[in-house]
């Protein structure tokens, strides 16, 4: 059964810091990988995906990477900003024509003026 | 935002009563999931429907029950709630399965006394 993890559960920062997010998945067979934000009490907010293919995605301030032989992701955010402040939850899809995304549990993000 | 909407967005109810929570899309995506959010576990599919009629069962279905009989219409049924059913239901939706992302919707929130 896939599983994901993601260190830390919280990360408090400065803002203008530049941090990184981990997630790792014990079965490397994915199909691809998301990263998600959740702002308290709302829906999720699909940020980057990554197809098993490649190795990272960028969207502004954001870049996600993937090493799937060793299943592992990363979700770097560039120069921190107030607004970055959420819950960052990374999820799996495992294998061609699956349907089930496995969620991490997320690493809540608060990004200090 | 993708249009989404769930209701009830809040819900108390009484131990033993039927809930149906409704998800209702305007992307005309094929997909559509119920998932559940609870802390400790993250989000967990409940059911999944891959068109009209087509349903089928996630991580953790026991308890609900749901129907498709509109592309635009999702519902999810615990036919007699229990309190380990308190919690936060989202729906999602996406065009094609496992290949893209998903478009999650506001959630439901549910206490069941």
């Known amino acids: 059964k896939q599983e994901v993890t993601q260190i830390p559960a919280a990360l408090s920062v400065p803002e203008g810091e530049n941090l990184v997010l981990n997630c790792s998945f014990t079965?490397?067979?994915?199909?691809?990988l998301q990263w998600f934000r959740q702002d308290p009490g709302k829906g999720l907010t699909s940020l980057l995906l990554?197809?098993?293919?490649?190795r990272e995605q960028t969207s502004g301030r954001l870049n996600a990477s993937l090493d799937k032989s060793s299943g592992r992701s990363t979700l770097y955010i560039a120069a921190s900003q107030p607004g970055d402040s959420a819950t960052y939850l990374c999820?799996?899809?495992?294998?061609?024509?699956?349907?089930?995304?496995?969620f991490g549990k997320g690493t809540k993000l608060s990004v200090i003026p | 935002d993708a249009g989404i909407t769930q209701s009830p967005r809040h819900k108390v109810t009484e131990t033993g009563t039927p809930v149906t929570l409704r998800c209702h899309q305007t992307?005309?995506?094929?997909?559509m999931y119920w998932y559940r959010q609870d802390p400790g576990h993250g989000l967990r599919l409940i059911h999944y429907s891959y068109g009209v009629k087509d349903t089928d069962k996630g991580e953790v279905s026991d308890g609900y029950s749901v129907s498709r009989s509109k592309t635009e219409d999702f519902l999810l049924t615990l036919e007699s709630a229990t309190s380990s059913q308190t919690s936060v239901y989202f729906c999602?939706?996406?065009?094609?399965?496992?290949?893209?992302?998903?478009?999650f919707g506001p959630g439901t929130r549910l206490l069941v006394l």
């Open positions: 999602a939706i996406s065009d094609r399965l496992g290949q893209e992302t998903q478009y």
């Open positions: 992307e005309n995506h094929r997909y």
């Open positions: 990554i197809q098993s293919s490649q």
């Open positions: 079965d490397s067979a994915i199909y691809n």
């Open positions: 999820a799996v899809t495992s294998g061609a024509g699956s349907y089930q995304l496995t």
